[in-house]
C-alpha cells in the first residue's frame, strides 16, 4: 500500500483524512501544517502520494507543488479545497496535482483519488 504524506493547516482536517486513509489500509508516514514544511518532509520521508490542502500560512499549497515537482517531476499530489476555489483548483492542477478532493471529506471520495491516483 502507498505511503502518504498529509499537507493542512488545520490539525482536524489531517486527523481526518488519516482516519480515512488508515481505516483503508494505506500508511500515513507524515505530515505537515504548511507548504514549508511539506517540502521539508517531501524531501526527508519520499512519500508514494501527498495529500495537500491550498490555503496555509508561510506558503500555500500551489507553491509547495510546484516545489515537490521541481524536486521530483513523478511527484504524486492531490489537492484538497474547499467549496468556491475552482480557480485554485485549476491552477494546482496546472502546477502539477493530479487530482482534488472537496472539503467536508467524503471518505469515498478520499479513497477513489487516492486509488486513481497510486493504482
Do not use: H, W
Request: charged share 25%; glycine share 6%; proline share 3%.
Amino acid at each position: 500500500m502507498a505511503s502518504i504524506l498529509i499537507v493542512d493547516d488545520a490539525a482536524f482536517m489531517r486527523m481526518m483524512i488519516k482516519d480515512i486513509l488508515t481505516k483503508n489500509g494505506y500508511t500515513v508516514i507524515g505530515e505537515a501544517e504548511n507548504g514549508l514544511k511539506a517540502v521539508e518532509k517531501y524531501k526527508e520521508l519520499n512519500p508514494d502520494l501527498v495529500i495537500m490542502d491550498i490555503t496555509m500560512p508561510e506558503m500555500d499549497g500551489i507553491q509547495a507543488v510546484k516545489q515537490i515537482k521541481s524536486l521530483n517531476s513523478a511527484a504524486k499530489i492531490i489537492m484538497c479545497s474547499a467549496m468556491g476555489q475552482q480557480a485554485m483548483v485549476i491552477e494546482s492542477i496546472q502546477a502539477g496535482a493530479r487530482d482534488f478532493i472537496v472539503k467536508p471529506f467524503q471518505a469515498e471520495r478520499v479513497i477513489e483519488a487516492v486509488k486513481k491516483v497510486v493504482g
